[in-house]
């Protein structure tokens, strides 16, 4: 059976603890919230192609927490260079995981380069991911969840999803509230004053 992303993120962000998420623009960032809005999810909004890099900067920082990149296709392969230099840091406690649906869903569901077959997977398997897999099922979604947490990565996982409309789910739409309230949950209270 086809996987439905509602799903997906709810299954990977149950009971996240203290993992830090950076949410890709649209719909991504709307499935971390119907999941449960937390100032620990940083969402794009409207920045489209550098969800990964963003991931990449805060793994880096932040090298005792763990990260999760959740992003759609359309974003990733605007920013594919990320995962090259992604590869070359190699940041063991970063995950990146693509939420395929093969639409840009937010502009009208047109078909992306996943739907002609582009294996962003091997992509980043090729750029030096320590693993990069292709999921279609619950299983699947089983095991990158354990990767997300405890393996060393980078980790990157491409979850084909069913290509549908679901209800909006907004988190705060104010970039400075979303910064300030993340620095604060992740440095302490003072942190937004800095
Ligand atoms: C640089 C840039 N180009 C175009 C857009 C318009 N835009 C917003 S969401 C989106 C589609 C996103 O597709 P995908 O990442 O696959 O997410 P989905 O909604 O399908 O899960 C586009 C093209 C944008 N925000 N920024």
Same mark, same amino acid.
């Given at each position: 059976?086809?996987?439905?992303?509602?799903?997906? /993120?709810?299954?990977?962000?149950?009971?996240?603890?203290?993992?830090?998420?950076?949410?890709? $623009?649209?719909?991504? +960032?709307?499935?971390?919230?119907?999941?449960?809005?937390? !100032?620990?999810?940083?969402?794009?909004?409207?920045?489209?192609?550098? +969800?990964?890099?963003?991931?990449? &900067?805060? +793994?880096?920082?932040?090298?005792?927490?763990?990260? $999760?990149? $959740?992003?759609?296709? &359309? *974003?990733? %392969?605007? &920013?594919?260079?990320?995962?090259? =230099?992604?590869?070359?840091?190699?940041?063991? @406690?970063?995950? /990146?995981?693509?939420?395929? @649906?093969?639409?840009?869903? *937010?502009?009208?569901?047109?078909? =992306?380069?996943?739907?002609?077959? #582009?294996?962003? !997977?091997?992509?980043?398997?090729?750029?030096?991911?320590?693993?990069? #897999? $292709?999921?279609?099922?619950?299983?699947? /979604?089983?095991? /990158?969840?354990?990767?997300?947490?405890?393996?060393?990565?980078?980790?990157?996982?491409?979850?084909?999803?069913?290509?549908?409309?679901?209800?909006?789910?907004?988190?705060?739409?104010?970039?400075?509230?979303?910064? @300030?309230?993340?620095? *604060?949950?992740?440095?302490?209270?003072?942190?937004? %004053?800095?």
């Amino acid at each position: 059976m086809t996987l439905q992303r509602r799903d997906v /993120v709810q299954a990977l962000l149950a009971d996240r603890g203290g993992l830090l998420v950076v949410a890709g $623009l649209g719909s991504t +960032a709307w499935d971390c919230t119907a999941a449960g809005d937390s !100032a620990l999810t940083f969402p794009m909004w409207g920045a489209m192609g550098s +969800a990964a890099m963003t991931g990449l &900067g805060l +793994a880096l920082a932040q090298p005792e927490r763990r990260v $999760l990149v $959740l992003t759609g296709d &359309g *974003e990733m %392969l605007m &920013g594919l260079g990320s995962l090259a =230099t992604i590869g070359v840091q190699k940041p063991a @406690n970063l995950s /990146v995981v693509v939420i395929d @649906n093969e639409r840009y869903g *937010e502009t009208g569901m047109q078909a =992306t380069h996943t739907a002609q077959g #582009v294996d962003l !997977a091997a992509m980043a398997r090729a750029a030096g991911f320590a693993s990069g #897999v $292709l999921v279609r099922d619950r299983a699947g /979604v089983a095991a /990158v969840r354990r990767s997300v947490r405890q393996d060393a990565g980078p980790h990157f996982a491409q979850i084909k999803v069913a290509a549908e409309k679901v209800p909006l789910a907004l988190p705060p739409r104010d970039g400075a509230l979303l910064k @300030n309230r993340f620095r *604060e949950a992740l440095l302490g209270q003072s942190a937004s %004053l800095q």
